[in-house]
């Protein structure tokens, strides 16, 4: 609790300042008493005559000299406690402003809601994706112009802008699925967030002066305008076939399947007609020697052309990943009923694996229960007492060795106690080898023929006990050994209910979408495999590497409207694809879906940049809405370039 002299600090600071009022008033009134002092003295009796007429003549002027004096040392006083009492104010009164004491008037502003700093860094994660881009795509040209030798440090730029966004993005999603819960932690990763997107920025801004010497657009502006014009050209021929390309997907396949690229062939068209209009003017402007006016009339124009390539290489790339699709469909099919089959075989049925009887210490312990409730790893045998034969391999472990041992062959004392092919219920003899065990021939076939009951053995048995024991050496993969045994049997019969609608649906002479049906396929078997069977993982990978790359280009098309939130699920898509299972593909699939979905929402949201039915015919509406262009004016404002945030600031250019 804080002491009563503690509190009271604030007033006794008050008690001093009057006190020292109190000292300037009294020196104050000290030197009106010298001022006055010699009035008061001064005597209006008639002077005493004298004896002599000449000192007294001399006398009058000493008196007024003396009285004068007198008044000299009053004004000095006065003047000197008027000062001090006033520096004494003053510093006292400045000493109360900016004390840091709970006495002091200046306090630490308080921490900015958390809603804020949330906000701050959606933000800066769009403006910092939306830097990459456009720094992508002028690269792009300068590379077309220079080579990939000269551009090779501004790549290099460009990919460590990349590494620090992907952080950044990494860091939003984990506080976006509530990691860290304290609120201290949650500033802390916010400000993660906004320090990573600010190094973006640096990063780009660092190698913005260099790149712009590289391109030298001011100087040399007609070698680089030829290299766009060439670009356009090449796109409007590419352009003219894309609607013969759709006409054929849709003849081929369903509607869905060409759904991704719906719109694709007329906003391609809308951005080459607004490149023509700014390569023009680019033109014109450079022909007058008006070189800014040509430098930013050609960035717009790039721009364009760039976004028009992403629009036809969409198409393109959507007709080869169908058609690859259609191809794979079928192995896939057989792939996913290869794996359905495989884990139907070790599934119990109702009275199935009953405990074997005991053939010595060897014998199978700790069977499959045969209750729902029993899972994978509950049924794994005790591999210090021995496992269970592999009926191919005619070896067990022994003291010590595991499952995977058991089906190898290795471990400890495989070779001494390999066990007989539980099919024949024989071991080999001394130099003779399981086929001869099987044929009954080879050394001491007739003696040493007979099962081996002993200890540490297992029992020569039946087809039955080598069913089991196939079954066991077919047993999921290790992620499958948690899941109880009714779910196991639910998921394997929700799959084999979808591979027959697909097989149906496939054999139906109606078209359909390859894409979606290898989605159906992966994701009904990624609950129930492991994906051994090669062509799962390659038809996995396959349609989420689409869906991905169909988001990817909303977003770059769309990236003046697109928010963080989008991007955020688009990059984590993108961070899966290089992903081995099953459900790590199938999962980028959902994300890459998702980012498509909430990009177009606020697309939607943010409605008609412009208004005007001249300018939507200019293209100037669909380059703000692409970030193409970075204002509301009549031309729809400057278009970016190559950089950062102060790259951009230097240019009067505002971030988007």
Avoid at 156 to 163: K, N
Avoid at 327 to 336: D, F, I, R
Avoid at 468 to 492: C, F, K, Y
Avoid at 625 to 631: A, E, K, N, V
Wanted: proline fraction near 6%; charged fraction near 25%; hydrophobic fraction near 40%.
């Amino acid at each position: 609790m804080t002491s009563s002299w503690i509190r009271g600090r604030p007033r006794r600071t008050r008690s001093h300042i009057s006190v020292r009022v109190a000292h300037a008033v009294l020196g104050s009134a000290a030197g009106l008493v010298w001022l006055v002092l010699p009035g008061m003295t001064i005597s209006t009796d008639v002077p005493v005559a004298i004896s002599t007429d000449a000192p007294v003549a001399a006398a009058a002027p000493e008196d007024e000299e003396t009285s004068g004096a007198d008044l000299v040392l009053p004004v000095v006083v006065v003047g000197g406690v008027g000062a001090l009492a006033g520096y004494a104010y003053l510093r006292r009164t400045r000493r109360a402003r900016t004390r840091t004491t709970p006495g002091g008037t200046r306090t630490t502003p308080p921490a900015p809601p958390l809603t804020q700093l949330d906000g701050e860094s959606r933000t800066l994660l769009a403006e910092a994706d939306n830097w990459i881009r456009t720094s992508r795509e002028e690269l792009g040209f300068a590379e077309a112009r220079s080579g990939p030798a000269a551009v090779a440090p501004f790549a290099r730029a460009v990919r460590d802008a990349e590494s620090e966004l992907s952080a950044a993005f990494r860091i939003r999603r984990r506080y976006d699925a509530g990691v860290p819960p304290d609120e201290p932690s949650r500033r802390h990763a916010l400000a993660g967030i906004v320090g990573r997107c600010q190094e973006v920025g640096r990063r780009l801004d660092e190698e913005a002066a260099a790149f712009d010497r590289l391109r030298a657009l001011e100087g040399e502006i007609g070698e680089a305008l030829t290299v766009a014009e060439t670009r356009f050209r090449e796109l409007t021929g590419r352009a003219a076939t894309t609607g013969t390309t759709l006409a054929d997907l849709a003849e081929r396949y369903a509607p869905s399947a060409t759904a991704p690229v719906t719109g694709y062939a007329e906003q391609a068209k809308d951005r080459l007609v607004f490149a023509t209009t700014h390569l023009n003017r680019s033109r014109q402007a450079a022909d007058s020697g008006e070189a800014e006016g040509a430098v930013r009339q050609l960035r717009a124009a790039e721009g364009a052309v760039a976004q028009a390539a992403a629009f036809v290489d969409g198409i393109d790339r959507l007709a080869a990943e169908l058609s690859a699709a259609a191809a794979m469909v079928a192995s896939a099919l057989t792939g996913a009923e290869a794996e359905l089959s495989g884990v139907r075989g070790v599934l119990p049925t109702t009275g199935e694996w009953e405990q074997p009887a005991d053939a010595g210490t060897g014998a199978m312990t700790g069977a499959v229960p045969d209750t729902e409730a029993g899972t994978w790893a509950d049924a794994l045998p005790d591999a210090g007492t021995g496992a269970v034969p592999d009926a191919g391999a005619g070896t067990r472990t022994g003291e010590g060795g595991t499952a995977e041992d058991a089906r190898a062959g290795t471990g400890p004392d495989a070779g001494a106690d390999a066990a007989p092919d539980t099919g024949a219920g024989t071991r080999t003899g001394e130099g003779g080898t399981a086929e001869d065990a099987r044929a009954g021939t080879g050394p001491d076939a007739g003696a040493d023929a007979a099962p081996d009951t002993g200890a540490g053995t297992t029992t020569g048995g039946t087809a039955e006990d080598a069913g089991r024991a196939t079954r066991w050496a077919r047993l999921p993969d290790a992620a499958l050994l948690g899941v109880p045994v009714g779910e196991l049997r639910s998921r394997v019969l929700h799959a084999d209910t979808v591979l027959a609608s697909v097989r149906q649906e496939l054999t139906g002479g109606r078209p359909y979408d390859p894409l979606d049906v290898l989605r159906r396929i992966v994701r009904v078997l990624a609950p129930v495999a492991t994906g051994r069977a090669g062509v799962l993982p390659a038809a996995a990978r396959l349609a989420a590497g689409s869906a991905t790359a169909v988001a990817d280009t909303f977003v770059t098309t769309h990236r003046g409207a697109v928010g963080a939130d989008a991007r955020t699920l688009l990059a984590a898509a993108r961070e899966l694809l290089d992903a081995a299972s099953l459900t790590d593909l199938v999962r980028a699939h959902t994300l890459a879906r998702q980012a498509r979905e909430l990009a177009e929402q606020d697309v939607r949201v943010h409605g008609n940049p412009v208004a005007g039915a001249a300018r939507h015919e200019r293209g100037v509406a669909g380059a703000v809405l692409g970030g193409i262009l970075l204002g509301e004016d009549a031309d729809g404002g400057p278009p970016p370039s190559f950089g950062g945030p102060h790259t951009r600031a230097g240019r009067g250019l505002t971030s988007a």
